[in-house]
T-cell receptor
Framework: DAGITQSPRHKVTETGTPVTLRCHQT?????MYWYRQDPGHGLRLIHY???????DKGEVSDGYSVSRSKTEDFLLTLESATSSQTSVYFC??????????FGPGTRLTVL | AQSVTQLGSHVSVSEGALVLLRCNYS??????LFWYVQYPNQGLQLLLK??????LVKGINGFEAEFKKSETSFHLTKPSAHMSDAAEYFC???????????????FGTGTQLKVEL
């Protein structure tokens, strides 16, 4: 079975500080995704990756950057966190037929 | 561009009653369609999916959904609700092309299902 871990699971930070969230998969799935979940908006795609060092923007990418130096790790960085980035962040991997398997999420609060 | 509309952000049913959660989509190409469930403080879990073939799809926990191309719908049903079904449900669409577009999913805004005694 596919496995995804996200770290940290909870984080409280202050406006203007940099934050990096990590997603780690235990298999070699090519596609990885970062979403944010907010009430009334469902899940919105931030960035995705289709291979090592291959990434592209999603619909809400402003203020976020990503990196993928290894197949198993996909990092999401908030260069300078803002209160509007308070959210729950989910990582996902593409399994088959575009089905995605989701991690447990990271709850980020920006004060 | 693809989009998903879930009618009703909150649905309440009695235990033992029929569950019907509505999903309509728009897509210019043949779609893959998904229903995910999210229990409190957890990630999303796949309930069922439609790719090709039979339009009535059965999933976990007694849920099923029917792909109706003429109505661009993929409504989720369960004959008899259980208290454990209380959760948030998300419909999602993706196109069937194997390449391009990042194989992305577009999600609806979710429906919170409440099950009452």
């Amino acid at each position: 079975d596919a496995g995804i871990t996200q770290s940290p699971r909870h984080k409280v930070t202050e406006t203007g500080t940099p934050v990096t969230l990590r997603c780690h998969q235990t298999e070699n799935h090519r596609y990885m995704y970062w979403y944010r979940q907010d009430p009334g908006h469902g899940l919105r795609l931030i960035h995705y990756s289709y291979g090592v060092k291959d990434t592209d923007k999603g619909e809400v990418s402003d203020g976020y950057s990503v990196s993928r130096s290894k197949t198993e790790d996909f990092l999401l960085t908030l260069e300078s966190a803002t209160s509007s980035q308070t959210s729950v962040y989910f990582c996902a991997i593409r399994i088959q037929d575009n089905e995605q398997f989701f991690g447990p999420g990271t709850r980020l609060t920006v004060l | 561009a693809q989009s998903v509309t879930q009618l009703g952000s909150h649905v309440s049913v009695s235990e033992g009653a029929l569950v019907l959660l509505r999903c309509n989509y728009s897509s210019s190409v043949p779609p893959y369609l998904f229903w995910y469930v999210q229990y409190p403080n957890q990630g999303l879990q796949l309930l069922l999916k439609y790719t090709t073939g039979a339009t009535l799809v059965k999933g976990i926990n007694g849920f099923e959904a029917e792909f109706k191309k003429s109505e661009t719908s993929f409504h989720l049903t369960k004959p008899s609700a259980h208290m454990s079904d209380a959760a948030e449900y998300f419909c999602a669409v993706s196109d069937q092309r194997a390449r391009g577009g990042g194989n992305k999913l577009t999600f609806g805004t979710g429906t919170q299902l409440k099950v009452e005694l």
